[in-house]
């Protein structure tokens, strides 16, 4: 099984400033075949289900904000939110989708 | 609009059985593979089993392998988890998800199974 670590579990910024969460894999997420890395993050707010922010490590689903941006391939990652709001006070998970059975990081909760 | 509408929660002894279903609305739901991810009281996400688009494959966490049965209506345009033998560390809210592969980008609201005695 694809295991995914993120760190920190938890990081507090302030406002405006930027927050980085990093997520290792423990095997190769780049399909060859395709040329795209299997890996997606998702923001979980309290209370709700999850939400794709980026897949494909760097591609950024519809209507999420361009201070979102993940970058990396192969086994190593990064989520950058550039300049940090209020309401992106959630829990960010990172995910593969590479393969069966699909995996999850254990998660990064980001406070203001 | 997109809508996934899990039931079929609830509270049920360790051994005993449930089976979770979800609706879709809103997309075409027979292209899309569709999943069931868990999350424990207070803990990250768990993907517990998917389904392709036609049924024909399914793909299981080890721990629920041959406890839970993932199936789909396409004509119902529904998905359902049959779980037997349910443990006390299967509780969780349950979350039905959408995708045109194996990512998940479309989430119902989920479910809450409850396993006490």
């Known amino acids: 099984d694809i295991v995914l670590t993120q760190s920190p579990d938890s990081l507090a910024v302030s406002l405006g400033e930027r927050a980085t969460i990093t997520c290792k894999s423990s095997?190769?997420?780049?399909?060859?075949?395709?040329?795209?890395?299997?890996l997606a993050w998702y923001q979980q707010k309290a209370g709700q289900p999850p939400k794709v922010l980026l897949y494909?490590?760097?591609t950024r689903e519809s209507g999420v904000p361009e201070r979102f941006s993940g970058s990396g391939s192969g086994t190593d990652f990064t989520l950058t939110i550039s300049s940090l709001q209020a309401e992106d006070v959630a829990v960010y998970y990172c995910?593969?989708?590479?393969?069966?059975?699909?995996?999850f990081g254990g998660g990064t909760k980001v406070e203001i | 609009e997109v809508h996934l509408v899990e039931s079929g929660g609830g509270l049920v002894q360790p051994g005993g059985s449930l089976r979770l279903s979800c609706t879709a609305s809103g997309f075409t739901f027979n292209n899309y593979w569709m999943n069931w991810v868990r999350q424990a009281p207070g803990k990250g996400l768990e993907w517990v089993a998917n389904i392709k688009r036609d049924g024909s494959e399914e793909y299981y966490l080890d721990s629920v392998k041959g406890r839970f049965t993932i199936s789909r209506d396409n004509a119902r345009n529904s998905v359902f988890l049959r779980m037997d033998s349910l443990r006390v560390e299967d509780t969780a809210v349950y979350y039905c998800g959408g995708g045109g592969g194996f990512l998940i980008d479309l989430w119902g609201q989920g479910t809450l199974v409850t396993v006490s005695p």
């Open positions: 494909w490590a760097s």
């Open positions: 995910h593969q989708f590479y393969s069966a059975p699909l995996t």
């Open positions: 095997q190769n997420l780049l399909a060859s075949s395709h040329n795209k890395d299997f």
